[in-house]
Structure formats: structure tokens, C-alpha cells
């Protein structure tokens, strides 16, 4: 009876072992994402992170180190806690914020280690360290953020944070990864592939707890992490605290430079801030006080502010007036105040006295030659094609373009061509009575204390400068810094025509500044007052000295100030005697700088 | 002279052969599912489980040596008292068993832990042998057929007051053994046609498309059915009944606990709820699946011996074997499996008396019904239930149970030639 249903139980049998062995040669087989799932859940990837470079000044202080910190981890499969508030008192939280937390952990994974507080301090980690051992499920994990010594330098080191989804998105070398540290700003930022070191990668079994079961492969494709690079900055630290003590309570810049070589010794912007703010657990808070701070600090302005030179700009118009052979050392004006104001003193004028006494009408009379060469019969012709052929001098003083500086955010500031003035006032619309302002370095014209800074190395180098850097060496090669801070830039003025500006700067001081002189040191100077319809004007100085041998070029920058020669110089003055000479012996005009509060 | 009652001779060495294999390798998996190379111990190290299977199997074999000597006639003669007795225990097991995991399934003798379930289910199928055998016994008849169920659904009824869901499930098995016995195909057509629909309603979730297909059925099968009006009346009806039960259905499972919900689900979509009622059959899929055509080699697997997967010596012990052993080490696995089966078949065919060859029946059908789901649950084909796989499964009470259920048959067929010879 029914025999022949036990044919049907047999292909049954094999019917269904033809299923099984299909499915599982489609998931075994066919389909590799399980591979990769496993791989997943075994192999851990573990990312050792290297330790950042460090920043030292020109002398070898440090500026930047890392301090270590403390994340601590919770795996939510072993935390419970049982006195809630006890706990959060202990690590000074808010309930809110460990719930959250904790709940992001758990989302996370239940078994794997997920920050539950991060970067807690070696002082508050001390402080909690003993109680760690009460809670199950909870451990430390050291790593560092950076400090800063001195406190000081925020805006040339700059800060790191957590790369941001746009930065990573532009990572075209795939180096990191969401969470990953960079340098935001500064030397952080320009340096980040020098100072950020190389990441090493263990691979690790570990089990569905967690738990390491050993290196994967016996370690082959593991890599060993490689610290970052070390940087010398060509900062001197000891000028750059001196002068952001002199700069307390004002809004404004100083830039530094070795005329020799370009490197930057101070850059100060103020009002400035405390970069250790910006590391540890509190940066995003402190971020967004600093970014809504109406002085804005965060602002680099040596790099980023711009205003119109001044009277400092005259220096310029008498070298491309001298190179032009417009203007030789006896070209003699009168000041004549109809076309433009000047304070009282003698006239008429030579190129010298001009100088000395920053002589606006001078440059008045002296700057329509250079624009009006009569080169075309048509007067508006004439000024712009002269416009033109002066524009294109003044750019190769550094002007109008970037400098090049090694940190972001460089403004090139601007000097205005013929097609400026064509967008504003139309073609042939626009003649010398139009742009007369250029002349004493107002009007349409814009520049960083940085160019400023840089003015004053072509004068004193005579005519030529170095892109003005910050970072002398790299690990201890100097040879490893970017080639282009070693080219030199020539100004297209020749040497023979600097030596007269160089004593009428000298002697411009006791015309405008002799706040600024020194008995020992000989400073050639020039001041500016750039004019601020807003309020006081601004108060600018450039300088280089010793006159004969220039070890430090400068521009102080101080906003609504007033007069030049008040603020200004004698900042300047005093920064060149800590510079060369180690120590200040003027301590009344100390004061009188310090004093001084010209914020409003 | 009476003969003597063990023949080697006539003792079929295929169908042991086969077993000792299974066992072996079922031995051999269970330490790679607890092997750990930092803590290497051997595998007879009885501290860890493979050590314990160690003296599960020694005792089997003991089992087996007694099942060889024993008078054949015993199984016959005792296995309704057999099934009474086991019965009464798995009666008296939520009373006083131990609660394991929510389950009152377990009698805690000693330091042993038997399962009284796993050795009903041979009691149940000597028990239905005994019942089956008669000559006059029809399983086309009502009164015959609710005896047969009767015999199976006393202790399904019992074992799902411990509550042991999958174990219950099990005895459905035997569903095979009476089929091969004259159960009316209807109720065959029937029961699978109520699985497909179950399943075709649960994976597709729009009703319009279940409904259209049904519709497009029934139309054909109406169009077929030209000769009578009544089979067209009759197939409409039908067509109404299948998307009334749908309906139903639908309806049951929105009405489910959420955790049983997922269960279901969990089948067509395994991303339902991946770390919770997902996370047992996912895990197993990437242990085997990430196996490939050779395996990663023995003791070389990541997911099953680093507890990515949850009861891998237990329940899960097929993840280790495609793991470490991938495509290959598979399709050997279940072609012994098969082989087996397909030979218990055999025997069970050649068998003199009814009695041996619905026991046989019972064998196969209870090995093939664990074999299938329990690979099936593994690779996300069938609802996790917990049922071991026979012979593979770390564990006393299974490898005993199926060790009985296998040799109690062979016993059988030893002496299938003196069977003959003898009048019930």
C-alpha cells in the first residue's frame, strides 16, 4: 500500500537539500558583503593617533605643546548607575547631558566603548581618578590637545578643531576621518601636513563583547604612527609678549621683520585672546563668545585688516618718482595749502624736506608729474595712462596683491588702476583732481600692516624684500621650508636712490615723532595718520633700524589713536630697543604707551 | 534454538557509519565553536564543551551497546508503557522541572540536565508504530486517523504548557510517517496551500497585489473548469475563502506583540530589528556567509568563536561549519545528512513488518524535520526556533534522544529477517 509515496518522501529529501545548498551557495558564494560584515564585527581597526608637532619661537621656547587629556569611555552593555546626582557632581555635568550622552552611546553599540565625557582635564581627571574604580563599564582614554605656555601668538598658531564635513569632503587623499583634529587657522592650518605626523593602524580580532582576542594576521598590516614634525617659528617670543603688553586696551597691529631674510620676528593683532581657550572641552563655548565678541579678536588683522597707508605712502611716491626721473633730490615744491592741508613749516621744499616734513602739498604737486607726463595731448588720456604705468610700480612694492604670508586669510588690500576709475566715474570722466588723494597715500587705497611692515624692509634693504614668513625650519632643516621664501623681490627702484630716503627718514623722526628717537640707536622712521571719518583717525608708523645696518623693519598700527607720531612710534620705538638691545631703559615712555587706551 | 538476538553481520554499517561521521564532525565543530587562541586548551579538556560532548558521546555509545543487546522484542512490546511514562513526566515537568530561560523543559538529576521532550519524541514514535500497525488500520479513515493524531498531539499539548515552541513544532514531523501511510493527499494540498498563501501574505505587503494574484488563479482555474457550473461556483468560493483568510491573518499579526511581529518579519527582512530579534540570524548569515567556497579553515573562524553568534555549540553549530569550512564543507555536511536519510528510507522500506517500517518513517521524518529547519533558521529561511541539530548540537538530552531514536531502528532492522518469522 502506497509505496510509491515513499519515492515522493525521497525527492522530498532532495528537493529540500537542493534549497539549502542553494541559499547557502548564494550567501557563501555569490554574495560577498558577508565577508565584509565579518570583518566588520572582528577585525577592530585601531587608530593610533600620533602626537602634533610642536611650535618653538626663533630662540627655541616653546609656543605650542600637546597636554594630554582624558575621554572617558562607557561600554553600555556594563554601566548602571545607581545614585545618578552622585555621579554627575563628581564629573561636574548636567543629568541632561549624561542621558544624552549615554543614549548616544547606546545607539552607538551596545558592547563597543563610546565617549561618554570628553577631554576632561588633568586637573578635574585628578580630582575623579579615585572614584573611577565605583563604576563598572566605564574607562579612561588618554589623549592630547594642545597648550600654549605663554598664552600667547592665538592668531599667528591658530587653533585645531574637529575637521568640519566640508573639509573632510575635500580630502581627496582620504587621510581622515569624521572626529579627526586639524589646524582651523594659523600655522595650525598652513602646517597641518607637516605637523599633523602620520596615523598608525593596528587591526585587531576582538569578540562580540569587545574584547581583544589578539592582532589580526599577527600584526602584518598593522603601521606604526610617525609624530608630527617640530616647527621653528621665526617669532621672537620675548618681542611678541613685549609687544602684545604694549598693545593691551587698543585695537590694532604690529608686524616685525628681519629685513635680511623676511622672517617675521612679531605679528600682533589686537584685541587679542588666549589660544588656550580654544583647546579642551570648552572650545566650542569659548568659540562662540570669542566669535560674537565685538572687538573681534578672532579677526587676524596684521593679514586681514585693511586701511589707506598715509602719509607712510609718501616714501613710495618719492622712490617711483626718483626711478621715474621725474623727481630728482632738488625737485622743489612750495607748500601751498590750497591744494591740500599741511601743518606749518618752512617753504618751499625739496624732495628731502619733504619727507622730513611730510609735506602734503608737495606730493600734491609731485605726484601730478608722475601722473601727468604728457604723454597724450588729451588731459584724460594723459592721467590714465600715467595711472596706469605708476599702478604697476606700486604693485611691485608688494601692494595690491597678496604677500604670500604662511597663514590663511591674507588680504591683498588694493591699489587702484585706470579700470577702477572708469567702473566709478566712466571713461575719460576722471582726471589728476580726481585721484590728487593717492598722492599722500588716501583715498582709493588699501593695505595690510603686514605690506606696511614689508614698506619699510624695502627701504631699508633698498629696494628689495623677502615674502615675509613665519617658520625658519622644519624638524631643524631650514632647508625644508618653502623655496619662495627664499626668492628675492626686487621693488624696480635702484639702490642709489634709498640712500636719501633712508636720512630723510632718520630725520623725519624729529619732525613728526621724536617720541621715537633713541640716543644709542639710529631709527629711520615715517608716520601716518590715516584719516577716520568714523572717529579719532589711526594712528601708523613704519621703521627700520640701525639705519646702517637694519636687523628689524616695522609698522605699528594702532586705530583711532590720533596722530601718528604719538602711539605708533613710540610702540614701535620701544619694540626696536627690546629687539635689539634685550632690554627697555625708557620707562616713562613706557608708561605713556601702556597708558594709553584708545579703544573707545 | 532461539537465535542469537544481535547479528553484526545484519546490523546496517552504512547507516552507522554515517552517524559515528556526523558525530565527529559534530564533535570537531563544537570545539572550534569554543576554541580560543589565546587560551588554548585541548579538545578533550573536559572543562570546556567539547570535552563534556566527549562523555556525552562515551555515553551514547553506552546507550547504543545496550540497544544492540537488548531483545528486539522489548521496543514492541514496551513502547506504549514507554509512552505512557514519558508522558506522565512531561506532564509533571512544569511542575517540577527547572526554569531555564523562561522554560520549566528541564530535570536536573545530579549534575545532569536531560530534556524530557527530546526522548518523547522516540516514545511517541514507537508509541504510533504500535498504534499504526494492525492491518485493518486505515489512515483513510476518520476514526483511525484521529487515533494517530491523538497519539502526537498529547504530548504537543503538553510540551507547549513548558512553553518549548520549537520543540512542539517538531512533533509535526510526523506528518511524513503518515503520509507514507495513506494520510489523504487533500489534507497535504491543503496544509501547504495554507502555508504558501501565509507566506505570500506576510512577504507581500500590498493586499491589492495578493488579492490580483488570487483573482488571477482562480480565473484560470474557473476557465478550466468549463464542464461545470458547480466546480466554477466552487472555485469562487474558494478564491473568497483564500482572501478572507489573508485578510485574517493580516489582521492577527498587527494584533501580535511587537516582538512576536518581528519575529515573523525578521524573515523577509532581516534589518527589522538587526540588534534585537534580527541580531541571532543576521550574525549567523555573516558567520556562514563570510565562509566563501573553502571556509576560512578550522579553528580559523572570527564570527562564531568570538560569540558573534548567539548559541553557535548549541542551536547555531551549522555557522561554524560554514565558516570554517564554507560552500564545500556545507554541501559535504548535508550530503551525509542526506545520504542518511535517503538509506533510512531504504531500510525503512525494505522492513517485513508495519510496525518497523512506520518507526523507520518516524526516524526519517524526525531527522529531516530537524536537519531543515534548524539549517533553515541559519540562513534566514526559516523563523529562529530552538531545535538542535541532531547528532551536530552540543548537548546530553539531543545527542542521547536522536542516538536512541537512530539505533532503536537499526535494532529493528538487524532483525527484521526474525520479524518475519514471528506472528504480533
Request: net charge neutral; glycine share 8%.
Amino acid at each position: 500500500m502506497y509505496t510509491g509515496r515513499s519515492l515522493v518522501v525521497a525527492i522530498t529529501i532532495g528537493v529540500i537539500a537542493l534549497i539549502l545548498l542553494g541559499k547557502l551557495f548564494l550567501i557563501q558564494v555569490t554574495d560577498d558583503s558577508y565577508l565584509r560584515k565579518a570583518e566588520r564585527n572582528a577585525i577592530q581597526r585601531v587608530v593610533d593617533h600620533p602626537y602634533r608637532g610642536l611650535v618653538y619661537d626663533r630662540n627655541g621656547a616653546l609656543l605650542v605643546f600637546n597636554d594630554p587629556v582624558f575621554d572617558l569611555m562607557v561600554i553600555p552593555k556594563d554601566f548602571s548607575l545607581k545614585d545618578t546626582a552622585r555621579f554627575c557632581n563628581l564629573f561636574d555635568i548636567e543629568k541632561d547631558y549624561l542621558i544624552e550622552n549615554f543614549t548616544a552611546a547606546k545607539n552607538y553599540s551596545w558592547v563597543k566603548p563610546y565617549p561618554l565625557i570628553k577631554q576632561i582635564s588633568k586637573e578635574d581627571f585628578a580630582k575623579v581618578q579615585d572614584f573611577l574604580i565605583d563604576y563598572k563599564g566605564l574607562f579612561v582614554m588618554t589623549r592630547s590637545v594642545r597648550s600654549y605656555p605663554r598664552s600667547s601668538a592665538a592668531n599667528i598658531l591658530g587653533y585645531i578643531g574637529e575637521i568640519s564635513g566640508s573639509q573632510l569632503s575635500r580630502d581627496s587623499s582620504r587621510y581622515y576621518v569624521q572626529g579627526d583634529y586639524v589646524g582651523h587657522s594659523g600655522l595650525e592650518a598652513y602646517y597641518e601636513p607637516e605637523l599633523r605626523g602620520k596615523k598608525g593602524v593596528k587591526y585587531k580580532l576582538v569578540n562580540v563583547r569587545g574584547i581583544e582576542k589578539g592582532a589580526f594576521k599577527n600584526g602584518d598590516l598593522d603601521t606604526l604612527s610617525m609624530p608630527g614634525e617640530n616647527l621653528q617659528s621665526t617669532i621672537d617670543l620675548n618681542l611678541q609678549l613685549y609687544g602684545e603688553q604694549l598693545m593691551q586696551g587698543k585695537r590694532g597691529s604690529i608686524v616685525a621683520i628681519e629685513p635680511k631674510t623676511g622672517e617675521i620676528l612679531t605679528i600682533i593683532s589686537a584685541p587679542t585672546y588666549d589660544p588656550n581657550v580654544l583647546t579642551g572641552a570648552k572650545f566650542g563655548q569659548n568659540y562662540t563668545v570669542l566669535n560674537n565678541d565685538p572687538e573681534k579678536p578672532l579677526f587676524n588683522r596684521p593679514i586681514m585688516a585693511t586701511y589707506p597707508p598715509g602719509s607712510i605712502f609718501k616714501i613710495v611716491q618719492s622712490l617711483i618718482g626718483l626711478q621715474e626721473g621725474i623727481l630728482t633730490p632738488n625737485s622743489t615744491f612750495p607748500c601751498n595749502k590750497s591744494l591740500v592741508n599741511c601743518h606749518n613749516h618752512p617753504t618751499p621744499v625739496n624732495l628731502f624736506g619733504a619727507i622730513r616734513n611730510s609735506c602734503n602739498p608737495y606730493y600734491h604737486q609731485a605726484f601730478r608729474q608722475v601722473i601727468n607726463q604728457e604723454v597724450s595731448t588729451n588731459t584724460y588720456t594723459d592721467t590714465q595712462i600715467g595711472l596706469d604705468k605708476w599702478q604697476k610700480a606700486v604693485v611691485k612694492f608688494g601692494l595690491n596683491n597678496r604677500l604670500g604670508v604662511d597663514i590663511n586669510g591674507e588680504k591683498g588690500g588694493s591699489i587702484p588702476s585706470s579700470s577702477l576709475y572708469d567702473k566709478i566715474y566712466g571713461k575719460g570722466r576722471w582726471k589728476y583732481s580726481t585721484i590728487y588723494s593717492l598722492s599722500i597715500g588716501q583715498g582709493e587705497m588699501l593695505v595690510t600692516p603686514l605690506q606696511m611692515a614689508n614698506l619699510a624692509v624695502i627701504f631699508a634693504n633698498k629696494g628689495y624684500f623677502y615674502t615675509p614668513h613665519l617658520i625658519k625650519s622644519i624638524n631643524d632643516d631650514p632647508s625644508r621650508i618653502p623655496a619662495r621664501f627664499k626668492e628675492k623681490r626686487d621693488s624696480g627702484v635702484e639702490a642709489k636712490h634709498f640712500d636719501l630716503i633712508q636720512d630723510a627718514m632718520v630725520q623725519a623722526l624729529s619732525g613728526t615723532a621724536t617720541r621715537a628717537i633713541m640716543k644709542d640707536i639710529e631709527i629711520a622712521g615715517k608716520t601716518g595718520t590715516a584719516q577716520n571719518p568714523a572717529g579719532e583717525d589711526h594712528s601708523v608708523f613704519i621703521a627700520f633700524a640701525p639705519k646702517d645696518d637694519p636687523k628689524i623693519a616695522i609698522a605699528v598700527y594702532v586705530e583711532n589713536a590720533g596722530w601718528g607720531g604719538r602711539a605708533a612710534a613710540s610702540t614701535a620705538s620701544l619694540l626696536i630697543e627690546k629687539y635689539l638691545t634685550g632690554e627697555v631703559k625708557r620707562p616713562e615712555l613706557e608708561e605713556y604707551v601702556l597708558k594709553g587706551d584708545f579703544i573707545y | 534454538m532461539r537465535q542469537k538476538d544481535t547479528n553484526l553481520h545484519k546490523i546496517d554499517w552504512v547507516t552507522v557509519g554515517l552517524y559515528f561521521a556526523l558525530v565527529f564532525i559534530g564533535w570537531l565543530n563544537i570545539y572550534a565553536a569554543v576554541y580560543d587562541e589565546q587560551n588554548a586548551t585541548s579538545i578533550f579538556d573536559f572543562s570546556i564543551n567539547s570535552g563534556k560532548q566527549l562523555v556525552w558521546i562515551g555515553t551514547a555509545i553506552l546507550l547504543i551497546i545496550i540497544i544492540m543487546v537488548a531483545d528486539y522484542r522489548l521496543f514492541h512490546n514496551l513502547s506504549l508503557v514507554l509512552y505512557a511514562i514519558f508522558v506522565l513526566i512531561l506532564f509533571l515537568t512544569p511542575f517540577i522541572g527547572k526554569e531555564i530561560n523562561g522554560q520549566r523543559a528541564w530535570f536536573e538529576i545530579g549534575a545532569f540536565r536531560l530534556q524530557p521532550a527530546e526522548f518523547t519524541k522516540f516514545a511517541t514514535a514507537l508509541a504510533l508504530a504500535k498504534v499504526m500497525e494492525g492491518p485493518s488500520f486505515d489512515l483513510s479513515k476518520l476514526k483511525d486517523q484521529m487515533k494517530a493524531l491523538g497519539v502526537i498531539f498529547l504530548p504537543i499539548v503538553l510540551i507547549l504548557l513548558q512553553p518549548d515552541t520549537g520543540t512542539a513544532m517538531v512533533y509535526s514531523a510526523f506528518f511524513i510517517m503518515l503520509y507514507r501511510e495513506g494520510m489523504p493527499q487533500r489534507y497535504y494540498v491543503i496544509g501547504l496551500s495554507l502555508v504558501g498563501l501565509t507566506i505570500l501574505t506576510l512577504a507581500i505587503e500590498n493586499n491589492l497585489y495578493l488579492f490580483g494574484s488570487i483573482g488571477v488563479v482562480i480565473l484560470i482555474l474557473v476557465a478550466m473548469s468549463k464542464k461545470s457550473w458547480q466546480n466554477a461556483i466552487s472555485f469562487v468560493f474558494l478564491g473568497c475563502i483564500m482572501a478572507v483568510y489573508a485578510l485574517s491573518l493580516d489582521y492577527v499579526v498587527e494584533k501580535l506583540p511587537e516582538h512576536q511581529q518581528n519575529r515573523i518579519m525578521v524573515l523577509f527582512d532581516p534589518d527589522v530589528d538587526p540588534l534585537g530579534v534580527g541580531w541571532n540570524v543576521t550574525q549567523s548569515k555573516i558567520a556562514i556567509g563570510s565562509g566563501g567556497l573553502l571556509g576560512k579553515g578550522y579553528l580559523e573562524g572570527t564570527q562564531t568563536k568570538f560569540d558573534f553568534v548567539p548559541e553557535q555549540h548549541t542551536d547555531f553549530i551549522f555557522c561554524t561549519l560554514g565558516e570554517e569550512f564554507g560552500w564545500v564543507g556545507s554541501f559535504v555536511m548535508i550530503a551525509l545528512f542526506v545520504t542518511m536519510l535517503l538509506r533510512l528510507v531504504f531500510l525503512a522500506e525494505r522492513q517485513k513488518t508495519r510496525f518497523s517500517r512506520i518507526y523507520g518513517y518516524c526516524v526519517v521524518s524526525l531527522l529531516l524535520f530537524h536537519f531543515t529547519i534548524n539549517i533553515a533558521m541559519t540562513i534566514g529561511l526559516f523563523p529562529v526556533v530552538g531545535i538542535p541539530l541532531p547528532f551536530f548540537s552540543y548537548g546530553g538530552s539531543s545527542l542521547w534522544s536522536f542516538t536512541i531514536l537512530l539505533f532503536i531502528f537499526i535494532k529493528l532492522d538487524s532483525n527484521r529477517i526474525q520479524i518475519l518469522g514471528r506472528s504480533y
